[in-house]
């Protein structure tokens, strides 16, 4: 008899976890906030929290990316929420995409406001991914603007400042009729 | 050719709602925030938002719940999101159930930190709601303590401070599985 | 050759220390927050800080306020500034007045919102204060509303929920004129 | 008769209001908040507030140090209260000196982290700054690291990052003891 494998947090930093340092005067990261905010939002199922890095999505290269596939294919986890800049999620979902395991639910997340700043969409947006991982079937997926998108399917709108999805209506309808038939009750 | 139905926001009030009035001292209510937090979480997509009523769910009547369960039912919405108390989240869900319509996933959530509070778990939780009415198929469910439950399967634990399944924990692996087996992609 | 006395931060809790307690969903006291405030102040010079007490100041007897004077009398700083509730501040004050040496500065605060909440007048009424009590001569004052009271010249006025002087105008100019020429150490 | 003249509070600016720009991800000015935080201290006397300019203080030239003198001189206020980056405060305060009435308590303040962020020393500076400016004798002081400085006796230690008296302490006593005898309006 095994017991049920723990949710899964794994940071990468980005703007989410970004905090003002008053000896530089900017917002740049310190240590990660994970394991205080999973304690904040009140998780009663057993959670494992990995930081992985702490970096600005700009600043990923092929070898970060590497790095982040083998902590997602290494996890014990079904269910994996990622806090990742939102500059190359995208990117590192692909990436992600080409190692994971079948039996894995990997949500991306992020955040256009750091967690530290007023009118932040940070804890939402951890909520939506938190929320999309225990529901949805195995794959990679991005929650972020108050939409869940498959990695594929989805692009930053660096104007708009949102993501939106690279399909055209007609396709995500198809997508959403398919996702009613499937259901689990 | 028709729009899509819009993300809908319904408000009960309930601690999640709750902010200091420095007139009496108390934390209570004054009005809604949910259109402000809409903004501020940054979603993309067409969302309704509508202020059922402001109480304490402990002061909830039966002709609240009628009332409830009325502005659901008349709702174009397909996928609602409800704020309400945490006390008596699970009698409003069982009442909703049994007049909703079968195109409409409802998740109820709430906070036992008000939004308005440091420490609060109300962000995570509207989001976690929001992952969660966008991807589970038609039904009534509580999102809560990290964790969806169906309407008819939770109760609140008072003592630890949160929400816990009623079924025992083969039941709940059995669910799990048929999730997994279904999938939508 | 002595050392210079410290600034001297008493607590009787008072609105100013209330916080939001998830178990009660009240607002009410756990402990000071004194130490973490100056710290937060990033006050260079030497400072103490002491605990009195952690009450409403509506629960005050007289035996609490012959407490707080007597640790104000035992302080060896010359520059003191008060944490404590507005509805009994002044009665505090005035007791404070009947025993404090003649050699000490000491300066009444607390907030009509309380530290933890958004929109607190904590802050800047403890800054207030603390500016006060360096530079004003030997007395008792009250530092609300943005002002500084001789502790034996005001009132809170309730209706308003401001703190204003007992004083006619004229009155107030002449004692304004007495002060200029007394000086201040 | 004549009224009281205003408390005066002007904005230069200055990382104290430094807030998150989501567009640029950058902590910088959009518009001052010194109104909002005046109704948020709750100050009951008659405030005048002025936005001279909003920059940070490494970008201050000649000329914008002597528009504000001129403001300062150009002011009905005997009490003033000037928001200013930390880096060249000293200097603008000298600068200040030069030009202001013989009426005027003119006192500097600003902070080491943003109001806007967490861990602020903000509000608690504009208080004791506001303190100062009631009860000081007429002058340019500056308010800062739980201290009130006259304006040619302080410099900004950047690597303890606070503000320090530029005098012995035998000169500080001694200044302190000249202070004494002078008295104040």
């Given at each position: 008899m095994t017991s049920t494998p723990p949710l899964v947090f794994l940071s990468c930093g980005g703007?989410?976890?970004k905090i003002y340092q008053p000896n530089t005067g900017q917002l740049t990261f310190n240590e990660s906030h994970i394991s205080d905010w999973v304690k904040q939002f009140r998780i009663s199922q057993p959670v494992t929290v990995e930081v992985v890095m702490l970096i600005d999505s700009l600043e990923m290269t092929d070898t970060h990316r590497e790095a982040l596939a083998n902590s997602v294919a290494a996890s014990?986890?079904?269910q994996i929420v990622i806090?990742?800049?939102t500059d190359t999620m995208v990117e590192s979902a692909k990436r992600v995409m080409l190692q994971c395991r079948d039996d894995q639910t990997i949500v991306f997340?992020?955040?256009?406001v750091p967690a530290s700043q007023a009118q932040s969409d940070a804890f939402f947006n951890?909520?939506?991914a938190t929320g999309a991982a225990q529901t949805l079937p195995p794959g990679v997926y991005i929650a972020m603007s108050g939409q869940i998108f498959p990695a594929d399917g989805v692009q930053?709108?660096?104007t708009l400042g949102r993501f939106e999805?690279?399909?055209s209506d007609n396709e995500t309808l198809r997508i959403t009729k398919r996702k009613q038939t499937a259901g689990f009750r």
């Open positions: 703007t989410i976890e014990q986890g079904h806090l990742h800049g997340t992020g955040a256009m951890i909520g939506l930053k709108n660096k999805s690279t399909e």
